[in-house]
């Protein structure tokens, strides 16, 4: 018998703990996002246009949009598990009968949930420069699913192998900023050397950002149906990941 | 059917056999003591029955219920109060309590229980204090409550009075024996063994792993064959023993005679006489019967040995 209610007190606490602090988990990257669109909108002509008919600032909100929702999700679940194992209060849960599956879906679930937040923290903040309509909500909501998901189940495994604060911030600093900053959030890849225009195609971070501005703005630089199958695998991959570590007990069930 | 059976748990970390081939039954509501120096296995153990270590050998089962195959339903037959002082620092007091709750299952319908804990366990005053603020032995307390936010039948306490003031210890310690006299079965271990000899009813000595005794308390106790005698000396006497006391001697301060002697061998009237026929005057005379800090050195040092 699945515990859904246990899972559902544990997908709430996820979601009341980011929000008691919800400064510092919302707020601050929707001023970091503002940040971001001012200093580009003062320094680079906002008529230039980037793709067919799409001036730089209205280019420039998906992906700043998909960015922090990515890095949000990651920095939801790995800081949260991470306290919980350093804490030791994590064993609270692992006390508690809750499956493994279950406690993925808790914290993965909350993760989507600030990435969603943040998410539309940021597209409201973004109207003062530049409205961004939303064309194709449904496969935006996919996206944003798959976005959040993978990078909560990342997050998740972060904060099961780490054994120091250092660690989980290394995978944030060397892997999560730098693809984010090169998966075509800023420039259009196109504009790129070919080296690495080819490199861009084997990032995920690009498919999620190129399809959610397809979905906000109708034009894209590889189809949308490829950024949605890649989001997906790369969804599946990631929680994959960390529910074998789950189930393994890996550093949580010595 | 028993509350806890342990057959054959070993588990390795590494080269270091934190348990060998442990096993054990624990009857439902018994009052049950599990000691053993640092190190000797004993979080180990609990650490497996809750699900919170995997045995590398061997099976363990809660009311039945194999903590690996039906895990789900052993963790509900189960409370676990931690030897470490875990908490939550985000939340308050009453909000961890529910949060624990709701891990179970528990919704709105077991808020009167929570309450009850909450007077029980003398946390009204601190129900909306965030974790950080509390001191110790509050934590202590509230790691109590949690154990029990599901109305466990087996409640197992990992040092529950470590670094707990006397009185916190007698308040927790009636509170866990009015647990048990309500059914349900406690398990606890403790470094102090005084505590267990006078709570407990069957004792079970774990070191370096292995299990080396385990006995209902009267028998342990009475499997300890040595008593002391002690005798206050007059200032006048002077100790000349004949051979057969004087090997029954013990270092002692001035001024006192300290005797070794067999519980059965040994006849407290002939030794008496003995002493007297020598001229040994005394003026006080007392008989320290052991106590499980005998039969625990003695046990544990013979493992050593071994
Ligand atoms: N996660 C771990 N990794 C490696 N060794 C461990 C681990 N946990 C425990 N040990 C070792 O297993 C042995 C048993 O430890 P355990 O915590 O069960 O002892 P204990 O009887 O509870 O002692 P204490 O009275 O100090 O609490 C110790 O030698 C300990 O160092
Ligand atoms: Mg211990």
Excluded at chain 2, 202 to 225: C, F, N, Q, T
Excluded at chain 2, 230 to 259: F, H, I, N, W, Y
Excluded at chain 2, 290 to 305: I, S
């Amino acid at each position: 018998m699945p515990n859904f209610y246990g899972l559902y007190i544990l997908f709430a606490r996820e979601v009341w703990r980011f929000l008691k602090v919800s400064i510092q988990t919302i707020l601050t990257p929707v001023i970091t996002v503002l940040l971001y669109l001012l200093i580009f909108s003062s320094v680079i002509s906002s008529s230039r246009e980037m793709l067919p008919g799409v001036n730089y600032l209205t280019f420039l909100v998906p992906g700043l949009m998909v960015m922090a929702m990515l890095q949000n999700a990651f920095a939801n679940s790995s800081s949260s598990l991470f306290q919980a194992r350093m804490n030791g209060n994590v064993i609270f849960i692992l006390l508690a009968p809750i499956s493994d599956f279950e406690f993925y879906l808790a914290f993965v679930g909350a993760a989507v949930a600030r990435g969603l937040l943040v998410g539309i923290g940021v597209w409201l903040a973004s109207c003062y420069f530049a409205v961004v309509p939303l064309s194709h909500p449904l496969f935006a909501l996919l996206l944003v699913f798959f976005c959040c998901g993978s990078l909560g189940a990342l997050g998740l495994v972060s904060a099961i192998i780490a054994d120091k604060w250092d660690h989980i911030s290394a995978f944030q600093n060397f892997v999560i900023v730098p693809f984010s900053f090169l998966s075509g959030v800023f420039f259009s890849i196109s504009d790129l050397p070919t080296f690495w225009q080819r490199a861009s195609h084997f990032n995920p971070f690009f498919y999620l950002v190129d399809g959610f501005r397809f979905t906000c703005l109708g034009v894209s630089e590889v189809s949308v149906l490829t950024s949605i199958c890649v989001g997906a695998v790369f969804f599946v991959l990631s929680s994959f990941w960390a529910l074998c570590l789950l189930r393994r007990g890996y550093n949580l069930r010595s | 059917m028993d509350a806890v059976s342990i057959d054959g748990l070993s588990k390795d970390y590494g080269s270091l056999k934190a348990l060998s081939e442990v096993s054990l039954t624990i009857a439902e509501g018994a009052f049950f003591a599990l000691l053993g120096p640092n190190g000797a296995g004993k979080s180990t153990l609990i650490n497996i029955l809750a699900g919170l270590t995997r045995a590398t050998s061997g099976r363990a089962a809660v009311l039945g219920c194999d903590v690996r195959r039906q895990w789900r339903k052993a963790r509900h037959q189960l409370g676990v109060v931690p030897q470490e002082l875990a908490y939550d620092p985000f939340f308050t007091v009453r909000e961890m309590l529910t949060l624990q709750s709701g891990y179970f299952g528990l919704g709105k319908e077991n808020r009167p229980w929570l309450n009850e804990l909450i007077v029980a366990l003398d946390l009204e005053d601190k129900i909306d204090t965030t974790m950080n603020h509390l001191s110790g032995g509050m934590k202590r307390r509230v790691l109590v409550a949690q154990a029990l936010v599901h109305r466990p039948p087996v409640v197992i306490l990992d040092e529950p009075t470590a670094g707990v003031d006397v009185a916190l210890r007698a308040q927790l310690w009636s509170f866990i024996r009015g647990l048990n006299a309500k059914g349900h079965t406690i398990i606890l271990t403790t470094h102090y063994l005084e505590e267990a000899e006078s709570m407990c009813e069957k004792i079970a000595i774990l070191d370096r792993g292995r299990l080396v005794a385990l006995a209902p308390k009267d028998e342990l106790l009475s499997r300890y064959s040595w008593r002391q005698l002690r005798l206050q000396l007059m200032p006048e006497s002077t100790v000349v023993l004949p051979d057969v006391l004087e090997a029954k001697r013990q270092a002692a301060p001035q001024g006192e005679l300290l005797l070794r002697l067999h519980r059965e061998h040994d006849h407290i009237g002939e030794v008496l006489a003995a002493l007297e026929q020598t001229g040994v005057k005394f003026s006080d005379l007392r008989i320290h019967e052991p106590g499980l800090t005998e039969v625990y050195t003695e046990v544990t040092e013979a493992n050593n040995h071994a």
